[in-house]
């Protein structure tokens, strides 16, 4: 309720319709429309339509919204998906698809902010049915698939953690333990449950500070979802626990670094553009990569593992990067 009256007074008005056959509402944004049924999301726009798992459009949608369209391009799949513009976000079919483009097909439509994250927030809370929740890992989830059954409203919307300083610090985002409700994963109980000892000059105790990731990362609910936990003006580091697939292929607009904390992640690394391969990458416990500006990559994770995305909010890196002020590559060797 609290969110509708937010969006009356922006001005935002989501255009939906009433539930079809299967129990769920269709979605118009621009020029497209969305509807889903028991297995199937459905897209359409003026030039073409398209078809997707909606187990699949589910997990990119909840990312999406969460991150709040993240940092450059989050493709859905080959065809669909949208680009941040920090105050816009366009919503393209097609456009980063060298066939789609030959064939004319692909379509683009730019929203403000506010009209795009409501229109998306509705559709994930309307289309997650009760059970299925789509950050978990496919183990640890039930089925996103039949007819609109309940909602899943506490898992789609819940906290993304954005630290201030760093977790744990006083007044920041909070340690994670089992009486938070953050218990150790199935796949990380071999994962040591000790804290550094800290010991502070007198005055300073506010300001040095540390704790154990690895035990922080064990007790993560969910998959593919990187949260900040220290900052240093720019600089970002946003761990994250990933298990099965990626479910969005992430274009960038800046340089990413990976650190791969444990187990294995595989890349996918596509020309940003055309999404030509351009190579693979096979992440072992230790290994450091630089993902480029202007690839796209999508992860697989044969096993629940920990990884260190380290991300630079500079908002002037996307404008240098692409008018050829900063190289696409960070490091020549
Ligand atoms: C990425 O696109 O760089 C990315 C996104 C989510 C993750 C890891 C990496 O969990
Ligand atoms: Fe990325």
């Known amino acids: 309720m609290a969110v509708d009256q937010e969006q009356a007074e ?15 509402r269709g979605f118009t944004l621009g020029g497209f429309t969305f509807g889903r049924d028991d297995y199937f999301v459905y897209v359409d726009w003026p030039t073409g339509s398209h078809v997707l798992s909606a187990e699949g459009f589910l997990k990119a949608l909840q990312r999406d ?46 929203f403000p902010t506010p009209l ?8 994930l809370n309307d289309w997650t049915n009760q059970g299925f929740d789509p950050f978990a890992s496919p183990d640890e989830t039930g089925s996103a698939f039949g007819p609109k059954h309940g909602d899943n409203t506490p898992a789609v919307t819940r906290h993304r953690v954005t630290a201030h300083r760093m977790v744990g610090l006083a007044g920041d985002e909070p340690l994670r333990s089992d009486a938070s409700g953050h218990t150790v994963n199935r796949q990380f109980t071999d994962v040591e449950q000790d804290e550094p000892l800290v010991e502070a000059e007198a005055g300073f105790q506010d300001r040095v500070h540390g704790f154990n990731l690895f035990k922080y990362l064990s007790r993560s609910d969910v998959t593919w979802n990187p ?66 500006a202007d ?39």
């Open 10 to 24: 922006a001005g935002v008005q989501v255009v939906w319709s009433g539930p079809n056959a299967a129990g769920y």
């Open 65 to 110: 919204v969460a991150w709040d369209f993240f940092y450059g391009i989050v493709n859905f799949d080959g065809v669909l998906g949208t680009v941040n513009h920090y105050g816009t976000v366009d919503l393209f079919a097609g456009r980063y698809n060298d066939a789609w483009r030959k064939a004319e097909l692909d379509h683009v439509d730019n």
């Open 116 to 123: 795009i994250r409501a229109t998306f927030q509705a559709m």
């Open 295 to 333: 690839i796209r990559h999508q992860g697989y994770a044969p096993k629940r593992s920990m990884l260190l995305v380290w991300e630079n909010a500079d908002s002037q890196l996307p404008q240098l990067i692409s008018t050829g002020k900063l190289p696409t590559n960070p490091i020549d060797f």
């Open 227 to 292: 949260s900040v936990v220290s900052v240093c003006h720019d600089s970002l580091y946003c761990p994250t626990t990933e298990e099965y697939i990626l479910p969005i292929i992430h274009g960038n607009d800046r340089v990413e670094w990976f650190v791969q904390l444990s187990d294995t992640i595989i890349w996918q690394v596509e020309d940003r553009d055309s999404g030509a391969v351009r190579s693979r990458v096979t992440m072992h416990p230790g290994d450091v990569a630089a993902m480029p």
